[in-house]
């Protein structure tokens, strides 16, 4: 297949963004699935999350997060019944509420679930910063986001819904940011979690900044103004960007009020900070988490054949294989949005129907 230089974390967003395919604008350009006939209404419960691990980060993000829980039509009614859960993570620069928007829940879960698909509670966290985005990574100034998905997050849906605590009966699966967040939870946390679906994923390589560029110059000498997180709120998308991916991936407690470090300093790239980048990009680690991998059921990932992330989820793809660790990959016709909706419902709940497991008693 064909092949890409590697591509930035945000030059990769930008040029989806540039295609008309940006986390932050096609997003809301989704197309619907038609409503399917005598499709059985689920319950949505808005739900507070208390994310002890995100507790003392320096950035001021909320503890307590918003969450969307979706209960299959026969949770009220069988009382007896326990369900798998599947967690669902949205992209950058959208939180929980706007995610349920794009992936057109719940019309698509009961859509899926009326087309055949067994039934599942389906959960949607707001792992949204204040820069857009946590990465889903673990820093002292975002906080661990890593955690919050993965202990505090499937801790609290155990403990109050009929659920099969097992990872066997967990499923993860993420769209963009969430896909990076999907493939790097699913990599580092096989215990929890037991079916694995990436979708879009971003960020999954980085580029090396050009300090003499009128962007980086304009972007380097705006952070240095700044006084806290909340005056960023006018940035720009790819500076936000930037922001966010400092703040999760190379955090400095001693450096406030931001309390990150930039790959641009004094016009100098700053090779420590790309370091720190490049260690959290999943090309540069997938290979030490092959193991891990292995352990899941099933692995599925897909992308849009007009999607400017689809070369690098090319490149995880032939990794896996090459370590002989069966995927299902597609490269469907679409840009990084537009199908996002008919995924979900006609792909991603029926592949964790086929691959979780449903009874008490998983092996």
């Not at 939180?95 to 019309?107: D, F, K, L």
Request: one cysteine or more.
């Amino acid at each position: 297949m064909s092949k890409l230089k590697v591509l930035g974390v945000m030059t990769a967003l930008i040029f989806s963004l540039s295609a008309g395919t940006g986390p932050a604008i096609a997003q809301v350009k989704t197309e619907v699935p038609p409503v399917v006939p005598g499709a059985k209404s689920v319950t949505v419960e808005h739900i507070k999350v208390h994310a002890a691990s995100l507790a003392g980060n320096l950035e001021g993000e909320a503890v307590d997060r918003d969450v969307f829980v979706f209960l299959p039509p026969s949770y009220s009614t069988d009382k007896d019944q326990h369900y798998p859960v599947v967690y669902a993570l949205h992209g950058y620069s959208i939180g929980a509420e706007q995610w349920t928007h794009e992936i057109h829940v719940p019309q698509t879960i009961e859509g899926a679930f009326a087309l055949g698909a067994k039934q599942m509670i389906v959960v949607l966290p707001d792992s949204k910063t204040v820069y857009g985005g946590s990465m889903y990574s673990r820093s002292q100034t975002t906080g661990d986001f890593e955690e919050f998905i993965a202990h505090d997050l499937v801790s609290y849906i155990d403990a109050h819904y009929r659920t099969i605590p097992d990872r066997e009966s967990r499923g993860l699966v993420g769209h963009s940011m969430g896909g990076y967040g999907a493939l790097r939870i699913g990599m580092k946390y096989p215990s929890v979690f037991g079916s694995l679906y990436v979708m879009s994923p971003c960020c999954l390589s980085v580029r090396r900044p050009d300090p003499s560029s009128a962007q980086e110059q304009a972007l380097e000498k705006a952070v240095a103004a700044l006084k806290s997180p909340a005056d960023a709120a006018n940035f720009s998308f790819f500076w936000k960007a930037q922001l966010a991916t400092a703040a999760a991936w190379s955090p400095n407690p001693k450096n406030p009020p931001l309390y990150l470090d930039m790959p641009v300093k004094d016009g100098v790239v700053q090779q420590d900070v790309l370091n720190k980048w490049e260690a959290n990009s999943p090309l540069a680690f997938i290979d030490q988490y092959i193991d891990n991998l292995r352990k899941y059921r099933a692995i599925a990932m897909d992308v849009g054949d007009e999607d400017g992330l689809r070369f690098d989820t090319i490149k995880v793809h032939n990794i896996l294989d090459t370590y002989g660790l069966p995927n299902h990959f597609e490269i469907y016709h679409g840009t990084h949005t537009s199908a996002v909706a008919d995924r979900f419902q006609n792909h991603v709940l029926p592949f964790f129907s086929e691959n979780l497991c449903f009874t008490k008693n998983c092996q």
